[in-house]
């Protein structure tokens, strides 16, 4: 029975020793879960937006929380400009990125590692709801100054324009919600931005702006974590299937996009 006692001791010693291991990085909570930083820039409803209270708040906040819960970790939110996110992962700053951001980009997968996508998205053309004239992309003229948001796809796609000599400005903004105003109040003819975030704006003002034109480049969202974090990343993608089989994402789901598919 002494015996027996021992070797209980021995295995319990050595769990703790080795889920302490399996932990690596994050800081420590009071009940001794691990705390990830997770950043992102909120002017994206409803995948990163702030509520009344100036808390963010989102389907990315509530999806990363909930794969904390089913893997055992807690998260904090940083905001910070879109640009900003990678840096701020490859300094250490953050754990991880959770910011309705584009995996399918050569430039990014060099920067940092991505989990399994959970939104398939594409970029619109939005301009003011009283614009007839600029029916999609292709009616964009070489007077015309179109925003978009710095270090997006979408800013990519404006400063393409531009060099092209498509359009006459590139206007980069630091937040969305600054995009739009601009747009509302006509000091661009244009906005390009991904498809359900514009929706969520319209939603929000449904008489001042409106969507043209098709769906540009397809691109899929991820979770990004600081490259070679192969541990952290196995366990959001292992949460994330876990969450997608239990029904907690759609119930996320649901809630920020209501009940439409
Ligand atoms: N999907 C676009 C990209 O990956 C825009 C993401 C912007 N996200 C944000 N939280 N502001 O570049």
């Not at 400009?81 to 701020?88: H, K, N, T, V």
């Not at 109040?185 to 975030?197: F, K, R, T």
């Not at 196995?234 to 209501?258: P, S, V």
């Amino acid at each position: 029975m002494k015996n027996f006692k021992k070797v209980l001791a021995l295995v319990l010693a050595l769990v703790m020793v080795l889920s302490f291991a399996a932990c690596g990085g994050g800081s420590s909570s009071s009940s001794d879960a691990v705390v990830y930083k997770v950043g992102t820039e909120p002017t994206f409803p409803p995948f990163d937006t702030t509520d009344d209270a100036g808390n963010i708040v989102g389907f990315d906040m509530d999806l990363i929380a909930a794969i904390g819960e089913d893997q055992g970790f807690e998260v904090t939110f940083e905001n910070l400009q879109f640009d900003s996110l990678i840096p701020a992962i490859q300094a250490g700053n953050i754990d991880i990125i959770a910011a309705g951001m584009n995996c399918e980009n050569d430039e990014r997968r060099e920067q940092v590692d991505f989990s399994t996508p959970y939104y398939e998205s594409g970029l619109v053309v939005a301009v003011a709801a009283d614009n007839d004239t600029i029916l999609g992309v292709d009616d964009l003229t070489p007077d015309m100054k179109v925003a978009a948001q710095i270090g997006t796809t979408g800013a990519d796609a404006v400063t393409e324009l531009a060099a092209e000599g498509k359009i006459k400005e590139a206007i980069i903004l630091n937040g969305l919600d600054t995009a739009m105003l601009q747009l509302i109040n006509g000091d661009v003819a244009a906005v390009i931005n991904d498809l359900p975030v514009t929706k969520a704006y319209i939603e929000k003002q449904p008489d001042a702006i409106k969507i043209v034109g098709e769906v540009m480049n397809a691109e899929a969202y991820a979770i990004a974590v600081q490259k070679g974090n192969t541990e952290l990343l196995e366990k959001i993608n292992t949460g994330m299937a876990n969450i997608q089989a239990n029904g907690k994402f759609d119930e996320i789901y649901d809630k920020w996009f209501g009940e439409e598919a």
